[in-house]
């Protein structure tokens, strides 16, 4: 008999054995009777590690206090007992579920021993935590962007909302039934055609998200404009068609005016731009019209002044110059007649033909006849030759000006007086004889180089006062207005270089 007692128990040991949960006995002290192939491997140990020992032999004093106070409840209260724990093992914290139990002896009614067995649910705790986690941002999330919830089971039409679905639209829960048509009579008749539009799409898989602007009747009269965000779940195994749909529902009323301000304000904007527009081409126009006229009052005047300096030397050369000559020749018939003033007239005579000399080259500078008798490559040889005779200077000229090149007289003239004023500057200036002089034409415009191997100067002084009497502003403003530019390079020591260019003939405007 004992020996199938005996057999049976070691069948009941390997049946423990092969279930999946830790398993143990302790008796009414605390001492280990049993434990199970699960509870071994769970505790990193041995049947004699473990058989004849209590908690505190096994476990840190913390824990073994837990386990023991767990068991005299159990034995205090005869009953059948859950308790909750996490343990810190080998491997790491572990949470378990723990049932412990009271086992009486045959023979009397006093527990004499406390089974127990564990469920591992650390990975539950952690897929707890995580969803605690994931609502907490979920929540966090919808009040940052201060929306409402809700869930709407397809097929019946009936719904459910969280508090600020209901606040929104200024409503207590129990004031609106949860249904559909509820929803419909608060939203304005002209978009719900829209709206059904945008559901159907979506429960046909033509859209990801079910998404609308619409306006909703707030509880105090007013509409309300609300953005709805919506996804449909849960098919059904059979049809396919979705079950249920979830949302959210954002109040953007504020939003909505601020946008239709911005509108506002950006019409008004736009208005400005073509009127600011407007009055920019006008005064450009007007800016326009200005400077052709200034640039036809500039021409004329330069004209007039040239006009002027050809009546004046006209009138010298006709009216002076021939009376000087006039009274030289009498001067000289004078001196063979009467001998006794013969050296006073002759004094007299020299007096009045360099008087005569300087008046014939007063009227050549004011307007040499050359300058109107050939072409601009001509006359400046002229006026390169005459200022090498009269000044002593060395000055290299290079024409490469086309005979058939027809330009302006007006920019003829001056050019002219430009390349005799940056000579005259040369003299005064640059300490030197050497001179190089380059004409030339290209793409319709003249191209005049004047080259000087002189002291040169700073360009960064340029605009000084002191250099304003170089005439450089002024030759750079007329060629301006021509239509033209100059550029001065120079450097102390290494001379002066000054390019001009002009087109050869003036815009008509």
């Not at 004209?303 to 009376?323: F, M």
């Not at 102390?492 to 001009?500: D, M, Q, S």
Request: charged share 30%.
């Amino acid at each position: 008999m004992s020996s199938k007692k005996g057999k049976n128990y070691n069948y009941f040991e390997s049946f423990l054995d092969k279930i999946p949960a830790p398993i143990y006995l302790k008796d009414s002290s605390g001492k280990y009777l049993f434990v199970n192939e699960n509870y071994k491997k769970l505790s990193h140990r041995t049947s004699k590690d473990i058989i004849n020992k209590t908690d505190y032999d096994l476990f840190a004093k913390e824990i073994a206090d837990l386990f023991r106070g767990q068991d005299e409840k159990v034995i205090r209260l005869e009953s059948p007992l859950d308790f909750e724990e996490t343990i810190a093992l080998p491997e790491g914290a572990y949470s378990f579920i723990t049932k412990k139990f009271p086992l009486y002896d045959g023979n009397t009614s006093n527990v004499s021993a406390v089974g127990g067995f564990c469920a591992d649910i650390t990975e539950h705790k952690k897929t707890e935590k995580a969803l605690r986690e994931s609502n907490t941002q979920v929540s966090l999330a919808l009040e940052i962007i201060d929306a409402g919830t809700w869930s709407m089971d397809i097929k019946s039409g009936s719904y459910t909302a969280d508090e600020r679905f209901y606040e929104i639209l200024g409503y207590h829960p129990e004031e609106l039934d949860n249904n559909i048509e509820s929803l419909k009579n608060l939203q304005h008749v002209d978009g719900w055609s829209m709206v059904l539009e945008k559901m159907f799409d979506h429960f046909h898989d033509r859209t990801e998200q079910y998404v609308y602007e619409h306006s909703f009747k707030h509880k105090s009269g007013e509409w309300r404009w609300m953005l709805v965000k919506a996804k449909a779940i849960e098919r059904d195994e059979t049809s396919k068609k979705y079950q249920r749909i979830i949302g959210v529902v954002i109040d953007i009323t504020d939003q909505m005016k601020i946008n239709q301000q911005l509108e506002k304000m950006n019409i008004e904007l736009e208005d400005r731009n073509v009127r600011l527009y407007r009055t920019q081409s006008e005064l450009e126009r007007i800016v326009e019209k200005r400077t052709r006229e200034l640039k036809q009052l500039n021409e004329y005047l330069i004209n007039l002044e040239e006009k002027e300096r050809k009546n004046i030397a006209e009138e010298i050369h006709d009216g002076v110059s021939q009376e000087l000559a006039i009274s030289i020749s009498k001067i000289k018939v004078m001196s063979k007649s009467d001998s006794s003033f013969k050296s006073e007239l002759t004094e007299i005579q020299a007096f009045l033909e360099r008087g005569l000399k300087s008046i014939r080259s007063l009227t050549w500078q004011l307007s040499p006849p050359i300058l109107y008798e050939v072409d601009l490559g001509i006359a400046l040889e002229w006026l390169l030759e005459n200022i090498n005779e009269n000044y002593g200077m060395d000055i290299v000229y290079s024409n490469e000006i086309p005979e058939a090149a027809k330009i302006d007289e007006s920019i003829k003239v001056i050019l002219f007086r430009i390349v005799r004023e940056l000579l005259i500057n040369v003299i005064r200036h640059a300490d030197t004889k050497e001179v190089q002089v380059d004409i030339s034409v290209e793409n319709k415009n003249i191209h005049l180089q004047v080259k000087d191997y002189g002291i040169g100067f700073d360009m960064r002084r340029i605009g000084e006062k002191k250099f304003h009497h170089f005439g450089l502003f002024s030759i750079s403003e007329r060629l301006t207005s021509l239509g033209g530019y100059c550029k001065f390079m120079s450097k102390k020591g290494k001379g002066t270089k000054v390019f001009l260019s002009s087109p050869m003939t003036l815009k008509e405007d």
